[in-house]
């Protein structure tokens, strides 16, 4: 490759990558415009809703809204203690587990 | 002047020439580092994007929110409240409405997770194909025995519309709900746990009394006088809580950005570690590279034709993983919708949501971040540079 090509990629590169942050600037602003057209539906449902927690906290603690529940749930459960399992944590709950442990009480009957 | 201009850019195209060129034989230090500046962006742009989407879901609809939650505290727990507490709230200057809630959970073995059930009052505003909240289907009907309910649970029941479903309750004479709407998937992430159905059928399901709720649900005739209205209340109702709306709003923030910020803690050491890796390969300069700069300085280079050349293969570098980090950050959080990473930040419920995110970053904030990397990788490697640039060219050629 000629020194001019060389030269002509080196900018090529640094432009180009600035461009590619424009691009995904671009895109989220298409995302964003998109889900704003949605707030009609998302208002409609919230003036119903306890409050706007989203629907991810983990059945463990049996709080699906924590916020006006338990204000500091989503912190700690006691002083300066992390979080153990802020709503839900790394691993997924057993759910096969579970399935199984139902099949096994369902086929013995009730006690 | 206009030679002096077209001999600086004739210079500087010969030093990223130089530097493409560079960059180039040394191909493998460059991929290793580049990449693993890549990697680290990533993780770090990921984790910002997820948390930034998170948050602004929270905050999305949150002015359709009452102003103040007023709950009634027993032995520290909440407990249900008296709906003559509303006519308490009522006579206070200043309140425009106070309305009684009751809604609470179910847990459901077949799906081995809790539902939360709504009941919707009378009068409140209908849901319809209008505003795009229902996916099938219509709103209730008072009176009528039906429910609403999100996809994620209708799906998991294998429900269609029409069909019916005798939920557990403590009220052996509770009625079994008949679906006659699911929601779209556009509030799946508010919805996909959620049972709408008459206010009668769910305090039979959930065991509420005709004089219990939940809680009040208080709308303010000037929000800035919620707060002093918030203590009234506390006055008025010994043994409530009160929250206000915008201690909500500080609690979504909060709830994310700690999350985040454990996270990124969790991996400061992985960036120390890449960053020091950085430093050593950059400031350790190869026997080739040493009689490189030595015959560069031999011919004629000086010191700031070296060090300019040296820093530029530092920029095209660092801009280049910044990009193609922040572009995999991207792709792996809204396209592909994080796996991987969105459990560790948004946890885990049996009836998940599978709505995807919607990026809160603009492109201020994306260069930004660029800029906030590029920046120190370069002034890094400035030392390195000049270390390079200052090299004695005999005593280098001497080896």
New interface residues.
């Given amino acids: 490759m000629t020194d001019s090509g060389r030269a002509r990629l080196a900018v090529f590169l640094v432009v180009g990558s600035i461009a590619v942050v424009g691009l995904l600037g671009v895109d989220a602003s298409l995302r964003r415009g998109s889900r704003e057209g949605e707030t009609a539906a998302i208002f409609a449902v919230a003036a119903r809703l306890p409050s706007l927690d989203l629907s991810l906290s983990g059945g463990a603690r049996w709080l699906r809204m924590p916020s006006i529940e338990e204000p500091s749930a989503p912190f700690d459960l006691g002083p300066a203690m992390l979080d153990p399992d802020p709503a839900g944590g790394m691993m997924a709950p057993p759910r096969q587990a579970w399935v199984d442990e139902t099949a096994i009480e369902k086929s013995r009957g009730p006690r | 002047m206009t030679l002096r201009v077209s001999s600086e850019v004739l210079r500087l195209?010969?030093l990223?020439?130089?530097?493409?060129?560079g960059l180039?034989r040394r191909r493998a230090k460059t991929f290793a580092l580049g990449g693993a500046l890549a990697l680290a962006v990533a993780l770090v742009g990921a984790v910002l994007f997820l948390t930034d989407a998170?948050r602004a879901?929270?905050e999305?609809?949150?002015?359709?929110?009452p102003d103040l939650?007023v709950?009634r505290l027993v032995a520290g727990r909440?407990s249900t409240i008296s709906r003559a507490d509303a006519d308490k709230i009522r006579d206070l200057s200043s309140v425009r409405a106070v309305t009684p809630?009751a809604?609470g959970?179910l847990?459901l073995?077949?799906i081995?997770?809790?539902l939360?059930v709504?009941g919707?009052p009378p009068g409140?505003?209908a849901?319809g194909a209008g505003?795009?909240?229902l996916v099938a289907g219509r709103d209730l009907v008072p009176g009528a025995h039906e429910m609403i309910a999100?996809r994620g649970l209708a799906s998991l029941l294998g429900l269609d519309i029409g069909d019916e479903l005798g939920l557990p309750s403590v009220h052996a004479d509770a009625p079994p709900l008949k679906l006659v709407g699911t929601?779209?998937s556009?509030?799946?992430?508010?919805?996909?746990?959620?049972v709408?159905c008459d206010e009668s059928d769910a305090r039979s399901l959930l065991g509420l009394g005709s004089a219990e709720a939940?809680?009040l649900a208080v709308s303010v005739i000037n929000p800035n006088e919620s707060h002093v209205l918030a203590n009234k209340i506390a006055l008025a109702l010994p043994g409530s809580r009160i929250?206000e709306k915008d201690?909500?709003g500080r609690?979504?923030a909060?709830?994310y950005g700690?999350?985040a910020g454990?996270f990124l803690a969790a991996a400061i050491p992985a960036l120390l570690a890449l960053l020091v890796l950085g430093w050593d390969r950059v400031s350790a300069l190869g026997p080739e590279e040493k009689r490189e700069v030595a015959v560069l300085k031999a011919v004629g280079w000086s010191t700031a034709d070296v060090l300019s050349a040296k820093l530029?293969e530092s920029?095209?570098v660092a801009?280049?993983a910044?990009?193609?980090g922040?572009?995999i950050a991207?792709a792996w959080v809204?396209p592909l919708g994080a796996p991987g990473l969105r459990?560790?930040l948004?946890?885990?419920?049996?009836?998940?949501?599978n709505a995807p995110l919607?990026?809160?970053?603009?492109?201020?904030q994306?260069?930004s971040l660029?800029l906030g990397i590029v920046a120190p990788f370069v002034g890094l490697s400035i030392v390195p540079a000049w270390r390079a640039a200052t090299t004695d060219p005999m005593q280098a050629m001497r080896g």
Avoid: C, H, K
């Avoid at chain 2, 990223?16 to 060129?21: E, F, L, P, S, T």
């Avoid at chain 2, 556009?186 to 959620?194: G, I, M, N, P, Y």
């Avoid at chain 2, 948004?346 to 949501?353: I, M, R, T």
């Avoid at chain 2, 919607?358 to 201020?364: L, S």
């Fill in positions: 195209r010969s990223a020439a130089y530097a493409m060129g180039g998170l879901e929270s999305r609809g949150r002015s359709a929110m939650t709950e909440p809630r809604w959970y847990f073995a077949a081995q997770g809790n939360t709504i919707v409140a505003p849901l505003e795009g909240s999100g929601f779209a556009r509030v799946d992430l508010f919805t996909s746990d959620v709408f939940t809680d929250i201690v909500l609690i979504y909060l709830t700690r999350r454990v530029l920029v095209i801009f280049v910044s990009a193609l922040l572009a991207y809204f459990p560790t948004a946890g885990w419920s049996v009836l998940y949501p919607t990026p809160a970053i603009d492109f201020a994306l260069l660029a």
